[in-house]
Nanobody, 126 residues
Framework: QVQLVESGGGWVPAGGSLRLSCKAS????????IGWFRQTPGNEREFVAA????????YYADSVKGRFTMSRDNAKTTVYLQMNSLKAEDTAVYYC???????????????????WGQGTQVTVSS
């Protein structure tokens, strides 16, 4: 089992940057797939980015490709989401998620992830 705690959210003007962190506790962190999702009120949770265990190549939603960069530091059991050129439509609660058994085709589906953090609010002012 793994516990996830996000941090780094806040308010930023459009065009600005934020870096979110997701600290994981528990053993064998490097064996977990890790994902970032976001959610706005009244909407379903939306895929943002993910990295598979033992694979350093991130996958991104088209809406954030070229602006967001996901990375993981297994030694620190922490995953990061660097968000640049932020837009008002990036405003959401951002969640990190973890799972050990996802297949590639399921990475973008929030219902397939087992473990979730509590979320961190990101507000981008236009």
């Amino acid at each position: 089992q793994v516990q996830l705690v996000e941090s780094g959210g806040g308010w930023v003007p459009a065009g600005g940057s934020l870096r979110l962190s997701c600290k994981a506790s528990g053993s064998t962190f490097n064996s977990y797939h890790i994902g970032w999702f976001r959610q706005t009120p009244g909407n379903e949770r939306e895929f943002v980015a993910a990295m598979r265990a033992f694979n350093s190549n991130p996958y991104y939603a088209d809406s954030v490709k070229g602006r967001f960069t996901m990375s993981r530091d297994n030694a620190k059991t922490t995953v990061y989401l660097q968000m640049n050129s932020l837009k008002a439509e990036d405003t959401a609660v951002y969640y990190c998620a973890a799972d050990r058994q996802l297949i590639l085709s399921s990475l973008r589906r929030p219902s397939q992830w087992d473990y979730w953090g509590q979320g961190t609010q990101v507000t981008v002012s236009s």
